[in-house]
């Protein structure tokens, strides 16, 4: 768990993930010089990882609450794709993580990839992933839209 906190009669489980494509800008008299993560794939997995160890974290502890965020300027995590490896890992606009359903790698998948991220994944709640405007930073040439998700963990939907 990235940040604990604790406030007042309550504990908050707070996973945070930024996640960047290239951006070279200069905005309000600051430049912003992004290099490119790249694996969107395995970023994916680890952010449905971190729900589940959030879930957990929150039955654990009765006063809990937990969030799982990503941050990032890579459309490729927004837009619904055509993933081939990661299609259960997914978290695209508009996507529900479903509770109980297991999520696993294609079996094409290369060991490079799914190295130390073998465990299959399944959460315990309903999630509908809900992408969010940030900001939008923009140069003559560069224009990159930056949004937000937010999964409150442990409020989601429970299964029917």
């Known amino acids: 768990m990235e940040i604990i906190v604790e406030w007042q009669d309550k504990l908050i489980g707070i996973e945070l993930k930024y996640k960047k494509t290239t951006l070279n800008v200069r905005e309000g008299g600051e ?21 589940g160890r959030l879930e957990r974290f929150v039955e654990k502890h009765k006063r809990a609450s937990g969030y799982a965020t990503m941050l990032t300027n890579e459309p490729l995590f927004w837009k619904e794709g055509n993933s081939k490896n990661d299609k259960d890992f997914l978290i695209h606009e508009g996507r529900e993580l479903k509770s109980g359903i297991d999520m696993v790698w294609a079996a094409k998948a290369k060991s490079g990839t799914t190295k130390g991220r073998t465990t299959t994944l399944c959460v315990k709640y309903n999630y509908a992933l809900k992408w969010k405007p940030y900001s939008v930073l923009q140069s003559e040439v560069n224009k990159r839209e930056f949004r937000y998700l937010l999964v409150e963990v ?5 299964p029917s």
């Open 154 to 158: 442990g409020k989601g939907q429970m």
């Open 31 to 51: 430049d912003f010089i992004l290099k490119a993560d790249t694996a969107q794939d395995i970023s994916r997995y680890d952010f449905i990882k971190d729900i």
